[in-house]
Protein backbone atom coordinates (compact mmCIF):
# COMPACT_ATOMS: atom_id res chain seq x y z
CA UNK A 1 0.00 0.00 0.00
CA UNK A 2 1.31 3.66 -0.70
CA UNK A 3 1.93 5.38 2.25
CA UNK A 4 -0.67 7.78 3.10
CA UNK A 5 1.12 11.33 2.76
CA UNK A 6 2.54 10.06 -0.40
CA UNK A 7 0.14 8.80 -2.78
CA UNK A 8 2.68 8.59 -5.93
CA UNK A 9 5.21 6.91 -4.08
CA UNK A 10 7.51 5.21 -6.13
CA UNK A 11 5.51 6.02 -9.45
CA UNK A 12 7.48 6.75 -12.49
CA UNK A 13 5.82 9.70 -13.80
CA UNK A 14 7.12 11.83 -17.43
CA UNK A 15 6.05 15.31 -17.43
CA UNK A 16 6.19 16.95 -21.12
CA UNK A 17 6.53 20.79 -21.22
CA UNK A 18 9.23 23.19 -21.86
CA UNK A 19 12.16 22.34 -20.48
CA UNK A 20 11.89 25.71 -18.42
CA UNK A 21 8.26 25.05 -17.31
CA UNK A 22 9.22 21.53 -15.86
CA UNK A 23 11.05 22.74 -12.54
CA UNK A 24 7.63 23.91 -10.97
CA UNK A 25 5.63 21.21 -11.83
CA UNK A 26 8.06 18.52 -10.85
CA UNK A 27 8.02 19.86 -7.36
CA UNK A 28 4.57 18.74 -7.01
CA UNK A 29 4.64 15.54 -8.20
CA UNK A 30 7.80 14.54 -6.15
CA UNK A 31 6.23 16.03 -3.13
CA UNK A 32 3.66 13.37 -3.45
CA UNK A 33 6.53 10.54 -3.74
CA UNK A 34 6.48 10.12 -7.57
CA UNK A 35 10.23 9.49 -9.64
CA UNK A 36 9.67 12.26 -12.56
CA UNK A 37 10.75 12.44 -15.86
CA UNK A 38 11.68 15.11 -18.07
CA UNK A 39 10.22 14.92 -21.64
CA UNK A 40 10.42 18.51 -22.72
CA UNK A 41 8.50 18.30 -25.67
CA UNK A 42 8.97 22.08 -26.90
CA UNK A 43 11.12 24.68 -26.61
CA UNK A 44 9.27 28.25 -26.66
CA UNK A 45 11.10 31.52 -28.37
CA UNK A 46 10.31 34.61 -30.47
CA UNK A 47 8.15 34.43 -34.06
CA UNK A 48 9.59 34.16 -36.96
CA UNK A 49 8.30 37.66 -37.72
CA UNK A 50 8.07 40.14 -35.33
CA UNK A 51 7.04 42.90 -37.22
CA UNK A 52 3.24 42.01 -36.60
CA UNK A 53 4.44 42.55 -32.68
CA UNK A 54 5.44 45.43 -32.97
CA UNK A 55 3.03 47.33 -34.91
CA UNK A 56 0.78 46.25 -32.24
CA UNK A 57 2.65 46.92 -29.56
CA UNK A 58 3.51 50.59 -30.95
CA UNK A 59 -0.38 51.27 -30.35
CA UNK A 60 -1.15 49.32 -26.97
CA UNK A 61 -2.26 52.19 -25.17
CA UNK A 62 -4.86 51.99 -27.85
CA UNK A 63 -6.37 48.84 -27.29
CA UNK A 64 -9.67 48.67 -24.80
CA UNK A 65 -8.48 44.92 -24.03
CA UNK A 66 -5.74 42.58 -24.25
CA UNK A 67 -6.38 39.23 -23.40
CA UNK A 68 -3.98 36.57 -23.23
CA UNK A 69 -4.23 32.50 -23.25
CA UNK A 70 -1.35 31.82 -21.70
CA UNK A 71 1.90 32.36 -19.91
CA UNK A 72 4.20 32.65 -22.36
CA UNK A 73 2.13 35.20 -24.34
CA UNK A 74 2.93 37.57 -21.06
CA UNK A 75 6.00 37.26 -21.29
CA UNK A 76 6.89 37.71 -24.21
CA UNK A 77 4.74 41.17 -24.73
CA UNK A 78 6.22 42.15 -21.89
CA UNK A 79 9.86 40.59 -23.21
CA UNK A 80 9.14 43.26 -26.28
CA UNK A 81 7.94 46.09 -24.54
CA UNK A 82 10.76 46.51 -22.56
CA UNK A 83 12.89 46.46 -25.86
CA UNK A 84 11.22 49.46 -26.16
CA UNK A 85 11.65 50.89 -23.09
CA UNK A 86 8.05 50.20 -21.92
CA UNK A 87 5.94 46.99 -19.81
CA UNK A 88 3.57 45.44 -19.51
CA UNK A 89 2.75 46.64 -16.45
CA UNK A 90 3.24 50.60 -17.35
CA UNK A 91 0.45 49.45 -20.31
CA UNK A 92 -2.00 48.02 -18.00
CA UNK A 93 -2.43 51.35 -16.35
CA UNK A 94 -4.47 52.33 -19.63
CA UNK A 95 -5.38 48.77 -20.88
CA UNK A 96 -7.41 46.45 -19.03
CA UNK A 97 -6.24 43.03 -19.25
CA UNK A 98 -8.19 39.39 -19.46
CA UNK A 99 -6.61 36.38 -19.07
CA UNK A 100 -7.82 32.48 -19.66
CA UNK A 101 -6.52 30.47 -16.76
CA UNK A 102 -5.14 30.55 -12.70
CA UNK A 103 -1.48 30.13 -13.79
CA UNK A 104 -1.74 32.64 -16.56
CA UNK A 105 -3.54 34.94 -13.76
CA UNK A 106 -0.45 33.82 -11.60
CA UNK A 107 1.95 34.66 -13.81
CA UNK A 108 0.48 38.52 -14.26
CA UNK A 109 0.15 38.77 -10.84
CA UNK A 110 4.56 38.16 -10.61
CA UNK A 111 4.40 41.02 -13.37
CA UNK A 112 2.78 43.34 -10.59
CA UNK A 113 -0.03 42.78 -12.67
CA UNK A 114 -3.87 42.02 -11.51
CA UNK A 115 -6.24 40.80 -13.93
CA UNK A 116 -9.62 42.71 -14.87
CA UNK A 117 -11.31 39.77 -15.72
CA UNK A 118 -10.39 35.83 -14.98
CA UNK A 119 -13.27 33.42 -15.90
CA UNK A 120 -14.97 30.73 -13.83
CA UNK A 121 -13.65 27.96 -16.03
CA UNK A 122 -10.67 27.66 -17.16
CA UNK A 123 -10.90 27.70 -21.03
CA UNK A 124 -11.48 29.80 -23.81
CA UNK A 125 -15.32 29.27 -23.81
CA UNK A 126 -15.69 29.88 -20.15
CA UNK A 127 -13.86 33.82 -21.14
CA UNK A 128 -16.10 34.10 -23.88
CA UNK A 129 -19.60 33.08 -22.32
CA UNK A 130 -18.51 35.21 -19.08
CA UNK A 131 -16.76 38.47 -20.72
CA UNK A 132 -18.32 41.35 -18.44
CA UNK A 133 -18.91 43.93 -21.64
CA UNK A 134 -20.50 43.70 -25.08
CA UNK A 135 -17.61 43.13 -27.54
CA UNK A 136 -19.34 45.50 -29.98
CA UNK A 137 -16.74 48.22 -30.80
CA UNK A 138 -14.20 46.78 -28.62
CA UNK A 139 -10.58 46.97 -29.72
CA UNK A 140 -8.94 44.23 -28.52
CA UNK A 141 -5.56 42.65 -28.77
CA UNK A 142 -4.97 38.75 -28.45
CA UNK A 143 -1.29 38.06 -28.48
CA UNK A 144 -1.31 34.18 -28.93
CA UNK A 145 1.37 31.81 -30.36
CA UNK A 146 2.30 31.42 -33.96
CA UNK A 147 0.99 27.73 -34.81
CA UNK A 148 -1.01 25.88 -33.60
CA UNK A 149 -3.15 27.50 -30.97
CA UNK A 150 -7.15 28.32 -31.12
CA UNK A 151 -9.01 30.95 -33.05
CA UNK A 152 -12.02 30.59 -31.05
CA UNK A 153 -11.40 34.30 -28.94
CA UNK A 154 -10.70 35.83 -32.16
CA UNK A 155 -13.33 34.43 -33.89
CA UNK A 156 -16.27 34.79 -31.07
CA UNK A 157 -14.76 38.69 -30.52
CA UNK A 158 -15.11 39.68 -34.11
CA UNK A 159 -18.61 38.13 -34.61
CA UNK A 160 -19.28 40.29 -31.88
CA UNK A 161 -18.25 43.44 -33.19
CA UNK A 162 -14.74 43.93 -31.77
CA UNK A 163 -11.90 45.16 -34.06
CA UNK A 164 -9.51 42.24 -33.02
CA UNK A 165 -5.41 42.34 -33.33
CA UNK A 166 -4.49 38.99 -33.01
CA UNK A 167 -1.06 38.48 -33.64
CA UNK A 168 1.80 35.78 -32.87
CA UNK A 169 3.75 37.08 -29.79
CA UNK A 170 5.94 33.67 -29.46
CA UNK A 171 6.48 30.52 -31.25
CA UNK A 172 6.94 26.70 -29.75
CA UNK A 173 8.73 24.70 -31.80
CA UNK A 174 9.75 20.55 -31.41
CA UNK A 175 13.31 19.82 -29.56
CA UNK A 176 15.75 17.92 -31.39
CA UNK A 177 15.97 14.78 -28.72
CA UNK A 178 14.26 13.42 -25.64
CA UNK A 179 16.96 12.46 -22.47
CA UNK A 180 18.32 9.29 -22.12
CA UNK A 181 16.94 8.23 -19.00
CA UNK A 182 13.35 8.85 -20.23
CA UNK A 183 13.99 7.15 -23.23
CA UNK A 184 15.38 4.26 -20.97
CA UNK A 185 12.67 4.03 -18.58
CA UNK A 186 9.89 3.85 -22.02
CA UNK A 187 12.58 1.47 -23.42
CA UNK A 188 12.42 -0.77 -20.49
CA UNK A 189 7.97 -0.22 -19.90
CA UNK A 190 8.41 1.31 -16.29
CA UNK A 191 6.53 4.33 -16.64
CA UNK A 192 3.23 4.59 -14.75
CA UNK A 193 2.22 7.81 -16.55
CA UNK A 194 2.74 10.60 -19.02
CA UNK A 195 1.14 14.01 -18.12
CA UNK A 196 0.07 16.38 -21.32
CA UNK A 197 -0.38 19.90 -20.73
CA UNK A 198 -1.29 20.79 -24.06
CA UNK A 199 -1.90 19.50 -27.47
CA UNK A 200 1.74 20.47 -28.85
CA UNK A 201 3.05 18.38 -25.85
CA UNK A 202 0.95 15.66 -27.19
CA UNK A 203 2.44 15.82 -30.99
CA UNK A 204 5.56 16.53 -30.09
CA UNK A 205 5.98 13.62 -28.01
CA UNK A 206 4.95 11.82 -30.43
CA UNK A 207 7.29 12.71 -33.05
CA UNK A 208 10.35 12.28 -30.88
CA UNK A 209 9.00 9.29 -29.47
CA UNK A 210 8.90 7.61 -32.88
CA UNK A 211 12.28 9.01 -33.98
CA UNK A 212 13.91 7.20 -31.17
CA UNK A 213 11.77 4.17 -30.77
CA UNK A 214 10.87 4.00 -34.60
CA UNK A 215 7.50 3.26 -36.22
CA UNK A 216 6.36 0.36 -33.18
CA UNK A 217 6.41 3.90 -30.27
CA UNK A 218 3.37 3.13 -29.87
CA UNK A 219 3.26 -0.15 -28.51
CA UNK A 220 5.50 1.46 -25.75
CA UNK A 221 3.02 2.91 -24.45
CA UNK A 222 0.11 0.14 -24.21
CA UNK A 223 0.32 0.48 -20.02
CA UNK A 224 1.39 3.72 -19.68
CA UNK A 225 -1.71 5.88 -18.30
CA UNK A 226 -2.59 9.04 -20.06
CA UNK A 227 -2.99 12.28 -18.56
CA UNK A 228 -4.12 15.53 -20.09
CA UNK A 229 -4.72 19.10 -18.49
CA UNK A 230 -8.05 19.73 -19.89
CA UNK A 231 -10.41 19.07 -23.20
CA UNK A 232 -8.23 20.27 -26.17
CA UNK A 233 -5.37 18.42 -25.35
CA UNK A 234 -7.48 15.18 -24.54
CA UNK A 235 -8.88 15.29 -28.11
CA UNK A 236 -5.16 15.47 -29.49
CA UNK A 237 -4.37 13.03 -27.33
CA UNK A 238 -7.43 10.78 -28.37
CA UNK A 239 -6.31 11.35 -32.01
CA UNK A 240 -2.66 10.60 -31.91
CA UNK A 241 -2.74 8.32 -28.82
CA UNK A 242 -5.97 6.55 -29.90
CA UNK A 243 -7.09 7.02 -25.91
CA UNK A 244 -6.82 8.94 -22.86
CA UNK A 245 -7.11 7.87 -19.49
CA UNK A 246 -7.83 10.80 -17.55
CA UNK A 247 -8.17 14.62 -18.22
CA UNK A 248 -7.64 16.94 -15.21
CA UNK A 249 -11.04 18.54 -13.26
CA UNK A 250 -9.53 21.55 -12.84
CA UNK A 251 -7.48 22.36 -15.92
CA UNK A 252 -4.27 22.84 -13.93
CA UNK A 253 -1.49 21.20 -12.73
CA UNK A 254 -2.33 20.67 -9.46
CA UNK A 255 -5.69 19.23 -11.37
CA UNK A 256 -3.25 16.90 -13.22
CA UNK A 257 -2.04 15.84 -9.84
CA UNK A 258 -5.24 15.23 -8.56
CA UNK A 259 -6.28 13.00 -11.36
CA UNK A 260 -3.00 11.05 -10.98
CA UNK A 261 -3.25 10.38 -7.40
CA UNK A 262 -6.97 9.10 -8.07
CA UNK A 263 -5.63 6.81 -10.80
CA UNK A 264 -3.59 5.01 -8.92
CA UNK A 265 -5.20 5.21 -5.36
Given at each position: ???????????????????????????????????????????????????????????????H????????G??F?DK?????????????????I??????????????G????????????E????????????????????????????????????????????????????????????????????I????????????????????????????E??????????????????????????????????D???????
Amino acid sequence: MPKVDLPLDQRNIIITRSKEGILDIKKIFISKGANVFDLPAISIGDPDDLKPLDEALDQINDFHWIIFSSSNGIKFVDKRLRYFNSSLKECSKKTKIAVVGEKTSKTLDNFGIKADFIPPEFVAESLIDNFPVSGYGLRVFVPRVQTGGRDLIADQFRKAGSRVFEVAAYETRCPDSIPEETIDIISNRKVDAIIFSSGKTVSNSALLLEKKLGKEWLGYCDEIKLLTIGPQTTKVCNKIFGRVDGQAQKYTFEGLLDTAINIFN
